[in-house]
């Protein structure tokens, strides 16, 4: 069975950073592209980031372009987030998913506020 979990939220200031970290079982991690979306209140689910099966292919949505970074560690099974210069629109429930697939994690929130 697929399980996700993101870990990694909480409360920050603007300009500060946070790195998510989304543990993944159940399927075989290393093959499968993987990314993260978020969702703010009242707002749809937006693309955040993808990272290809071997970290060599990437991209961001524009929002958080050059701000933000997405790695992966394929013998722990595991996706980041890494977010720099965080911003008070940043704030969302921040998801990651597998590519392809109806495969979500239960979410972790991020808090930007002064």
């Known amino acids: 069975q697929v399980h996700l979990v993101e870990s990694g939220g909480g409360l920050v200031q603007p300009g500060g950073s946070l790195r998510l970290s989304c543990v993944a079982s159940?399927?075989?991690?290393?093959?499968?592209?993987m990314m993260w979306y978020r969702q703010a209140p009242g707002k749809e689910r937006e693309f955040v980031a993808w990272?290809?099966?071997?970290?060599?292919?990437?991209h961001y949505g524009d929002s958080v372009k050059d701000r933000f970074t997405i790695a992966r560690d394929n013998d722990i099974n595991t996706v980041y987030l890494q977010m720099n210069s965080l911003k008070l629109e940043d704030t969302a429930v921040y998801y990651c998913?597998?590519?392809?697939?109806?495969?979500w994690g239960q979410g972790t929130q991020v808090t930007v506020s002064s």
């Open positions: 998913k597998i590519a392809l697939s109806d495969s």
């Open positions: 159940g399927f075989s991690f290393s093959n499968k592209t």
């Open positions: 990272i290809g099966p071997s970290s060599i292919n990437m």
